[in-house]
């Protein structure tokens, strides 16, 4: 019989490519996930992994148990959960995973209205970009993940989140930042076919990706000098007089925008903000309660 546990050995050892970086992650002994594994193998009737010297692979067989490892242990842990919470043993967990402009805004109202109603709770967060969370997601890592796309580049229509759960929370329109001495400041608005002079300063690859695409459409490329996903960074780097940025509405919240100012661009640019989880997660009582919160908190 196949168990949870040997398949999260197995999923952990896939991850890390060996059995003493997977013993590290599960905080277990090296043996163990060694003897789990023979478990495993012996139950699945066929070898899961090829060892040669230092170097470890999945056989075929290997691989499609580990591609339906995620599902089956999301679906146990949607299962442990909601029994829990009905039993009233605990009232859940959520690991949260949020892109930074979102931790900053969005997450810190959602939480604290979320253990003022359920203070049994607990709440884990770490920071990733998509399409990095929404993998983290997927794989197992979280049960939320807040995310962004932007409709312009097709990614709408492009069905890369049809097999999750979205919970639709904001527009976030971009802003254009330029230094307070420039020329357009105190514009108001400005097209941003008339920034195609300008040095840019980029943000992730997504970002970076996007910014590209909106700039070719008003018929130029930019000339990105500086990237960077850390916004703070993007503002000093604008304030300094070393280039020009267009950011989100949602990141300007929680950034001095010492030496910089903001204008509207035009045509009007927007990403839009969800948050996503798996089918099973969102039955689950304390995702739910989350996933309530954080859209509350972005219509305020």
């Known amino acids: 019989m196949i168990e ?3 398949l999260r050995v197995l999923r952990a050892v896939a991850a890390t490519g060996s059995f003493s970086a997977a013993a590290r992650e599960l905080g277990c002994t090296q043996p163990a996930v060694s003897q789990q594994m023979k478990v495993l193998e012996g139950a699945a009737g066929t070898p899961l ?24 242990l999301a679906g146990l842990t949607a299962a442990e959960e909601e029994v829990a919470a009905i039993a009233g043993l605990r009232a859940g967990r959520v690991r949260l995973v949020s892109f930074p402009s979102g931790s900053s805004t969005l997450v810190p109202m959602a939480l604290a209205e979320l253990r003022a109603a359920h203070p049994g709770t607990r709440v884990s967060l770490v920071e990733a970009e998509p399409p990095g969370s929404v993998e983290m997601l997927r794989s197992g890592d979280c049960e939320i993940a807040l995310a962004f796309r932007y409709p312009q580049m097709g990614e709408e229509a492009s069905g890369e989140w049809d097999d999750l759960v979205l919970r639709p929370l904001l527009n976030d329109r971009l802003v254009g930042v330029v230094p307070e001495g420039h020329k357009f400041a105190g514009a108001g608005a400005v097209g941003i076919a008339e920034l ?31 990237a960077t996903d850390d916004y703070p960074t993007v503002i000093g780097l604008v304030g300094a007089g070393l280039g020009v940025a267009m950011l989100p509405e949602l990141a300007l919240e929680s950034v001095r925008t010492k030496g910089a100012t903001t204008l509207e661009v035009e045509p009007a640019v927007r990403r839009e903000v969800v948050a996503l989880t798996l089918p099973d997660l969102a039955r689950v009582p304390a995702v739910a309660a989350t996933l309530d919160r954080l859209e509350r908190a972005a219509r305020r």
């Open 49 to 72: 992994l090829i060892r040669s010297g230092r170097e470890m692979r999945l056989t075929e067989a290997g691989r499609a148990l580990v591609r339906h490892a995620t599902g089956i």
């Open 4 to 6: 949870a546990r040997h």
């Open 196 to 226: 195609a002079g300008e040095p840019w300063i980029a943000g992730c690859p997504r970002c970076r990706g996007h910014l590209v695409e909106v700039c070719e459409s008003e018929g130029f490329t930019p000339r990105i000098d500086f």
